[in-house]
């Protein structure tokens, strides 16, 4: 974006939606942070904005203001506020509608929750959030269409649905999706400030060394590889991540962990937990589809390939979510079972530590 002459500014976009690539934030909005100049004139806060925010309209500068998503000077605004000179202004924006047409698609969604204003779903591993390169069919955004089609058709045109955060295709469990731009505003806001309470249960490689701990450490796509993220511990590179875990339940060689989000990265579980030496099982990107902790036994590692084949994919579940209503303002919690590929694998691992004989077996170093 080009500097206006008339205006001095700092422009920090959190998350830019884009069709080529994956960005640093699995949270769908961007915000903004503009120093107005000292020579500017009073203007509506909305005809402002508009003229110096890219592809914004009017109508969803109204949506965050209402939504208390527009802050001058640290104190909420209105649309018509009108501008002075070195005000200090903080925009958070859901994200920018997308240039790719989404065919509406009858495709099955687990809903476990719905009322006017958002929709939770469960969602199944193996089902992409939204169209890209390669997956332009068969997404959870094709089947919204679909399901919410009554209201997203506007001027003949199937907007897009209302969404706030992603989870990766073969991550499964629950996302929230809005109804409304105002909830769709008020939900970003909450993601924005890090009142979603997001926990997620992961099956890691190695017998963690504590019984809790946090990993923190700045999230951001690979110099090496673009396709993967990484870990930047001094904070040159990325976002700032944390995650805090816990564990559930010891099998030995993996572990059962909760993870709690405080930021939401993309594949920030996955690289934090790859970061410190435990990445997720089965987890290709990321090493764990290979035998990293166990024993040399051929049975073992019979047992091993087994569990791989059993779960296809990383073993990575959104379990539970919490938030306040954007209209009711109520705290709504909404929890999910293991899938059956997880809890199943989950059960092998139980048996065999159970039933293994650490003694008589050698250790893989």
Not at 145 to 173: A, Q, W
């Amino acid at each position: 974006m080009e500097k206006d002459t008339d205006l001095e500014y700092n422009i920090e976009q959190e998350n830019l939606f884009s069709d080529a690539e994956q960005e640093q934030n699995d949270e769908l909005y961007e915000h903004f942070s503009i120093k107005v100049d000292k020579g500017q004139g009073l203007l509506r806060l909305d005809r402002y904005l508009q003229h110096h925010l890219d592809n914004t309209s009017r109508t969803k500068i109204k949506q965050a203001a209402q939504a208390g998503n527009i802050l001058v000077n640290g104190n909420p605004k209105i649309q018509n506020y009108k501008v002075k000179p070195f005000d200090d202004i903080s925009v958070v924006l859901t994200y920018p509608p997308r240039e790719t047409e989404i065919i509406p698609e009858d495709i099955p969604l687990n809903i476990i929750y719905e009322d006017a204003d958002l929709i939770i779903i469960n969602k199944a591993a193996g089902m992409v959030v939204h169209p890209a390169y390669g997956n332009y069919t068969g997404t959870l955004v094709n089947a919204l269409c679909f399901y919410l089609k009554d209201l997203l058709i506007h001027d003949g045109k199937v907007e897009n649905p209302m969404l706030v955060h992603r989870i990766d295709k073969d991550t499964s469990g629950i996302m929230v999706v809005a109804k409304t731009e105002y909830a769709q505003a008020k939900l970003a806001a909450e993601f924005f400030h890090h009142t979603i309470n997001r926990t997620y249960q992961a099956l890691v490689w190695g017998d963690m060394k504590a019984d809790e701990g946090i990993i923190e450490g700045h999230v951001g796509r690979s110099i090496k590889d673009r396709k993967i993220m990484s870990v930047y511990p001094d904070g040159k590179h990325g976002k700032h991540a944390l995650t805090r875990w816990k564990v559930i339940e010891r099998f030995g060689y993996v572990t059962l962990i909760e993870c709690r989000l405080e930021t939401g990265r993309t594949h920030q579980i996955r690289t934090h937990l790859q970061h410190i030496g435990h990445p997720l099982f089965n987890d290709a990107t990321y090493g764990g589809d290979r035998i990293l902790k166990g024993t040399t036994f051929t049975k073992y590692k019979q047992f091993v390939q087994n569990c791989f084949s059993m779960l296809p994919r990383q073993a990575l579940h959104a379990k539970s979510l919490g938030f306040i209503h954007p209209t009711t303002h109520k705290e709504l919690f909404f929890d999910s079972s293991l899938p059956d590929d997880m809890s199943k694998v989950i059960e092998k691992w139980r048996h065999y530590a159970a039933h293994k004989s650490f003694e008589e077996e050698v250790e893989v170093k």
